[in-house]
């Protein structure tokens, strides 16, 4: 029986972590559509009309990737020109959650 409910246990705290993580790509997906696309494309290769103009850096290219986490973090939330940053506009959580997005769409 005590087995049984340490299995239960482990199952549900799974269930919640693996939910979470879904929640957080949702919400970097959405924050994407709603703040990157217009430039970065709903791609993130940067071929909109306004990426163009600005050449934007392909978010899925191996220099993008190859920055860290910390970097893309510090990107979004400062800002580098001509995009401008986020930082008191989004949470640390919401900047995290397009991180994660962004690393999804690496080449």
């Not at 400062?78 to 640390?92: D, I």
Request: hydrophobic share 45%; net charge positive; glycine share 8%.
């Amino acid at each position: 029986m005590k087995t049984a409910i340490k299995l239960l246990l482990i199952i549900l705290v799974f269930a919640t972590v693996v939910s979470t993580w879904s929640a957080a790509e949702d919400m970097g997906a959405d924050l994407y559509k709603t703040k990157c696309a217009y430039c970065h494309g709903a791609d993130g290769k940067g071929d909109t009309a306004a990426g163009k103009k600005m050449r934007v850096k392909d978010l899925g290219s191996a220099e993008v990737q190859a920055k860290s986490d910390a970097d893309l973090n510090a990107i979004i939330s400062s800002g580098k020109a001509p995009m401008p940053g986020y930082k008191g506009k989004l949470s640390a959580a919401q900047i995290a959650s397009l991180v994660k997005y962004i690393r999804t769409l690496k080449k």
